[in-house]
């Protein structure tokens, strides 16, 4: 699977971005979804997932009702709506893919994911 994100970008705090993630290789719709962030000096932390099989999607609670993860299958590419966004949110936001039928804590973990794609810079000033 190779996945390819784009979307980052300056935006001011309170304002809005949709990042993308565009797979090629194997449908979406077969595989579990992950977006990650690392800032600077910082661990790359889980931001939201989707499970392929539920289509179930999970939060961090950091993000949890400001940020929608969705997929679009006939483009076979997921989504990372951000709202209300911070200046803690400015980090290198990355996708992820993985296989398998995992349980919900397994989503959380960058260490289980099998394909990443490059990062794509949010910067929120205030």
């Known amino acids: 699977v190779q996945l390819q994100a784009s979307g980052g970008g300056l935006v001011q705090a309170g304002g809005s971005l949709r990042l993308s993630c565009a797979a090629s290789?194997?449908?979406?719709?077969?595989?579990?979804m992950g977006w990650f962030r690392q800032a600077p000096g910082k661990e790359r932390e889980f931001v939201a997932g989707?499970?392929?099989?539920?289509?179930?999607?999970h939060y961090a609670r950091s993000v949890n009702g400001r940020f929608t993860i969705s997929r679009d299958d006939a483009k076979n590419t997921v989504y990372l709506q951000m709202s209300s966004l911070k200046p803690e949110n400015t980090a290198n936001y990355y996708c992820a893919a993985m296989l398998g039928n995992p349980v919900l804590s397994t989503l959380w973990r960058s260490m289980n994911y099998d394909y990443w794609g490059q990062g794509t810079q949010v910067t929120v000033s205030s």
């Open positions: 290789g194997r449908p979406i719709t077969s595989v579990n």
């Open positions: 989707m499970r392929w099989q539920a289509r179930s999607t």
